[in-house]
């Protein structure tokens, strides 16, 4: 595609970014991450939020995703904390009044340790616990939201906690993912029914991480059979159980799992991409992989934002043409009829990477965690052109 060519993108298309609370707020100490992966200060976003809006505003952006933490705002059961729901309608405001439309998370892993000690996930009153920390906090910032997310990726999530480990509580045990995961279906069903309750005309989603499967072998039936199914299993159940539970539908693009299997090696499904170009973290750069994601969700004629796409890259040498090619391919989306409305950049800040701690350099502004200083990127800078001018090139 020349170069030349401008890729105008529909009127009224949203640019911005995301974080998450546990990654950017500093100084939660009452969840079930908090003992064993401390995110201390982290950025300080809770409290220098204006800042960070400021930035936002700064580079262009009209919508902005952050999510709630459960903790401050229900730090006990049955007890909810007034101080922060007003800190958050605060922040809010403050979005407002610089034209920036927010994208709320209601849940974006982690937990209330009340919560957690009450068997988390796998306790079966779970999506009642969740009912009622929604409609609070749905009662109290709605009229400032544009759009809502109940949870962010639930299948990520079950993976890595239940069946991997490597995330609170840290558990392998395939036997407890069938409840998880019936949980999380029912968690987002009764959330959306009671967001609606409170407000009619509310639009409300889940942050759903996608990837593209294809096969390694795509002369091989076996081969094929299997990515199928494993696609189905990793990005279509979930959609496929509350589509009619969901007025958008937020997506989170990272991956491409090129599926090789053999049932004479162990273990029999492997991923096997040829990753010609990866981040620092080593993950796969596949920007066509988003176009045939995109595709593939046309059918449940929903509109489509995409909530995160980003990448580990700090020396910040790739950034632009990461982001210069997805968006190629999500243009290439438009252009086939696919109802794509936003794009949201992760990060807009450099945050608490999860297990994987400050190391990682997802955001558009390099952040100095000792001074809390921060430095736009030059990447920054060239995305911020795009949203001005609702076009690339």
């Known amino acids: ?90 922040m809010l405001l403050a979005l407002e009044k610089r034209g920036i439309k927010p994208m709320v998370t209601i849940w974006h892993w982690t937990l209330p340790l009340w919560m957690s000690e009450k068997g988390g996930w796998e306790n079966s009153k779970f999506p009642e616990y969740f009912e009622q920390y929604t409609r609070f906090v ?10 809502w997310l109940t949870t962010n990726e639930p299948m990520i999530y079950t993976s890595l906690a239940y069946i991997l480990g490597k995330f609170p509580p840290q558990k392998n045990n395939l036997l407890v993912v069938p409840k998880v995961f019936y949980n999380f279906v029912k968690t987002h069903k009764k959330a959306y029914q009671a967001i ?45 159980l509350t589509k009619n539970y969901q007025d958008f539908l937020g997506i989170n693009y990272y991956f491409h799992d090129r599926i090789k299997f053999s049932p004479f090696s162990f273990p029999p499904l492997k991923i096997k ?24 969700l046309k059918k449940y004629n929903l509109p489509i934002y995409i909530t995160e796409n980003g990448l580990a890259d700090k020396g910040d040498k790739k950034r632009a043409k990461f982001i210069t090619e997805h968006l190629k391919q999500i243009h290439r989306a438009i252009d086939d009829g696919v109802d794509v409305k936003g794009y949201m950049h992760w990060s807009l800040i450099d945050n608490f990477e999860w297990a994987d701690g400050f190391g990682p350099r997802f955001g558009l502004v390099e952040m100095n965690y000792k001074t809390m200083g921060t430095k736009v990127r030059e990447s920054a800078r060239g995305y911020a052109e795009v949203c001005k001018n609702n076009s690339l090139f």
């Open 1 to 90: 595609m020349s170069k030349s060519k401008k890729l105008k993108f529909p009127k009224d298309f949203l640019w911005g970014s995301s974080v998450s609370s546990y990654q950017v707020e500093g100084n939660v100490n009452n969840c079930d991450w908090s003992e064993k992966f401390p995110a201390r200060t982290a950025c300080n976003y809770y409290l220098n939020y204006e800042h960070y809006f400021d930035l936002a505003k700064e580079l262009n952006q009209n919508v902005h995703r952050f999510s709630l933490s459960w903790s401050r705002i229900q730090p006990a059961e049955g007890k909810f904390d007034r101080k922060a729901i007003l800190h958050y309608r605060k």
């Open 138 to 147: 749905v009662e109290e910032l709605d009229d400032l939201v544009d759009f």
């Open 273 to 296: 991409n040829k990753d010609k170009e990866v981040s620092d973290l080593g993950w796969e750069i596949y920007p066509e992989g988003l176009y045939y994601v995109l595709k593939d």
């Open 196 to 240: 609606h309750d409170i407000s009619e005309n509310a639009k409300v989603g889940v942050a759903q991480n996608l990837s593209f499967v294809d096969a390694y072998n795509k002369n091989s039936t076996l081969n094929k059979t299997v990515a199928s199914a494993f696609n189905f299993f990793r990005n279509r159940l979930f959609l496929e």
